[in-house]
């Protein structure tokens, strides 16, 4: 799969975003929408293994303030070491959950992340690319 947005981001993590748009097509073609948001990332963590795709599931991270690390917060996936995926199933994509989403790139250092909503009827309408 071929992705034509213009960007700046290195072509390998451009391949990354391609790659977990397709398993993630692959899971909702299956799935369909109406499950759970864990049943979801368990099968997109199953297709990216069967894929040979490198994935951290539920990373920790602590968030600082004022020089003090915070712990307690916990990413869905970061694919590749570069992108961050916020897993829902929801009726509607609030924005805050693009916020959570930016929020988790700018702790991580990562550039781009992905959030994909489940719960929708076809998935490019539950899909949406962020990159800082």
């Known amino acids: 799969m071929t992705l034509l947005i213009a960007s700046d981001l290195p072509n390998e993590t451009e391949e990354v975003i391609s790659e977990i748009i397709s398993c993630a097509l692959t899971v909702h073609r299956a799935l369909g929408p109406g499950f759970l948001e ?6 997109l963590s199953i297709e990216l293994s ?3 795709v490198a994935f951290e ?8 303030y004022r020089g003090t690390p915070i712990p307690g917060q916990r990413i869905d996936f970061i694919v590749a070491q570069s992108v961050i995926i916020e897993v829902k199933s ?4 609030d924005p805050i959950f693009q916020a959570k989403l930016i929020s988790y790139l700018r702790t991580t250092g990562l550039r781009a992340g992905l959030l994909i909503n489940f719960n929708s009827m076809l998935l490019k309408e539950g899909l949406k690319r962020v990159v800082l």
Request: glycine fraction near 4%.
């Open 38 to 43: 864990n049943i979801y990332a368990t099968a």
């Open 50 to 52: 069967t894929r040979g």
């Open 57 to 64: 599931r539920e990373r920790a991270i602590s968030v600082e």
């Open 90 to 93: 929801v009726a509607r994509l």
